[in-house]
């Protein structure tokens, strides 16, 4: 299924939002996390079905499936790699939602995951994310597969760093409204201050009629919430409430932060935070 909003930056009136999960959960995953999607935790296609319905269930955009794989040994790679490419064709299969597919953040080894299940998409998708160090290698991949794919441009939260990216970008082959920025941010209590100060920045820049950063903004307030212990332990005192909701709220919060400052797409973890923040961006602000 293609896409059925636009990305152009200046015409996204109001935040648009994605559900995502990864494909296997790791040790930190939260265990708040792991109780509300219950026993299909670990079983990819199982897992993207449940979360496509919830999606649909909550008017989500699109859905974003995370290959969070560290990288294995070279004995063990051939078949990690079998397995991504098998994972890739049983979702698309089920999927009739837009879909993201995002990739491990280690810049060589996402090379590798690319090139193993480029040749078994069969859609337009948004391929997530590209890096100064492999971007020429996954826009060069993503370009045999015949289908114009958006792809998100990642640089750590530094303004020149993200323009140069973008023109890099467009010079490989890109057109601009093929670029999503993604700066890199943190979440709350985390360095979020830094991501809200660029995210501010670029869209004065694009205000100003920059070309070169007139691309929607995309944060995962979900994994960078998630990261926090604050949202996945319960060694707090009872002051900091009880974890399920503490957790949901500093995703809730990262999020919402990060749209004041002008982010157009936000990528949720779980679907309760989901929820609360299309109705107080979208059903509240917007009409």
Same mark, same amino acid.
């Given at each position: 299924m293609?896409?059925?909003f636009?990305?152009k930056?200046?015409? !996204?009136s *109001? ?5 995502e ?5 790791s040790?930190?995953?939260?265990p708040?996390l792991?109780?509300?999607?219950g #026993?299909?935790v670990g079983k990819?296609?199982?897992?993207f079905?449940l979360v496509?319905k919830k999606a649909l =269930?909550?008017?989500?955009?699109f ?8 990288e294995? =040994?070279?004995?063990?790679k051939p078949?990690?790699? !079998?397995r991504?490419?098998?994972i890739t064709?049983?979702?698309?299969k089920?999927?009739?939602?837009p879909?993201m597919?995002?990739l491990? &953040?280690h810049?060589q080894?996402?090379?590798e995951?690319?090139?193993a299940?480029?040749k ?7 391929i997530?994310?590209l890096?100064a160090t492999?971007y020429e290698?996954?826009?060069k991949?993503?370009k ?5 794919h958006?792809?998100?441009l990642r640089t750590?939260? =530094?303004?020149n ?5 973008n023109?890099?970008s467009?010079?490989a082959?890109?057109? #601009?409204?093929q670029?999503?920025?993604d700066?890199?941010?943190?979440c709350?209590?985390y360095g979020i201050d830094?991501?809200? &100060?660029?995210?501010? *920045?670029i869209?004065?820049? *694009? *205000?100003?009629g920059d070309?070169?950063l ?9 994994e960078?919430?998630y990261?926090?212990?604050e949202s996945?332990?319960?060694d707090?005192?009872?002051s900091?409430g009880?974890?399920?909701s503490?957790?949901k709220?500093?995703?809730? &919060?990262s999020?919402?932060s ?6 157009n797409?936000?990528v949720?973890?779980h679907? #309760? ?8 961006f979208?059903?509240?602000i917007?009409h």
């Amino acid at each position: 299924m293609l896409f059925d909003f636009d990305l152009k930056s200046e015409k !996204l009136s *109001r935040p648009i939002f994605g559900l995502e999960f990864p494909i296997e959960p790791s040790e930190s995953y939260s265990p708040v996390l792991k109780q509300y999607w219950g #026993d299909v935790v670990g079983k990819p296609v199982e897992w993207f079905c449940l979360v496509q319905k919830k999606a649909l =269930d909550l008017g989500a955009a699109f859905i974003c499936l995370y290959f969070n794989l560290q990288e294995p =040994d070279s004995v063990s790679k051939p078949s990690v790699l !079998l397995r991504c490419a098998d994972i890739t064709c049983e979702i698309l299969k089920n999927c009739s939602m837009p879909l993201m597919i995002k990739l491990s &953040s280690h810049a060589q080894w996402d090379c590798e995951i690319f090139e193993a299940i480029a040749k078994f998409i069969d859609r337009e998708i948004i391929i997530s994310p590209l890096q100064a160090t492999n971007y020429e290698k996954i826009i060069k991949d993503a370009k045999n597969t015949g289908l114009k794919h958006k792809f998100v441009l990642r640089t750590p939260i =530094d303004i020149n760093l993200t323009k140069e990216l973008n023109i890099l970008s467009i010079d490989a082959g890109l057109s #601009d409204d093929q670029i999503l920025i993604d700066p890199d941010m943190g979440c709350i209590g985390y360095g979020i201050d830094y991501g809200y &100060s660029i995210i501010e *920045r670029i869209c004065l820049a *694009r *205000r100003a009629g920059d070309r070169m950063l007139d691309m929607p903004i995309i944060v995962y307030a979900g994994e960078e919430s998630y990261k926090a212990k604050e949202s996945k332990s319960t060694d707090f005192a009872p002051s900091w409430g009880e974890l399920n909701s503490r957790a949901k709220m500093w995703e809730i &919060s990262s999020a919402s932060s990060l749209i004041a400052a002008g982010t157009n797409i936000v990528v949720c973890w779980h679907p #309760d935070a989901l929820c609360v923040l299309k109705k107080q961006f979208c059903e509240v602000i917007c009409h």
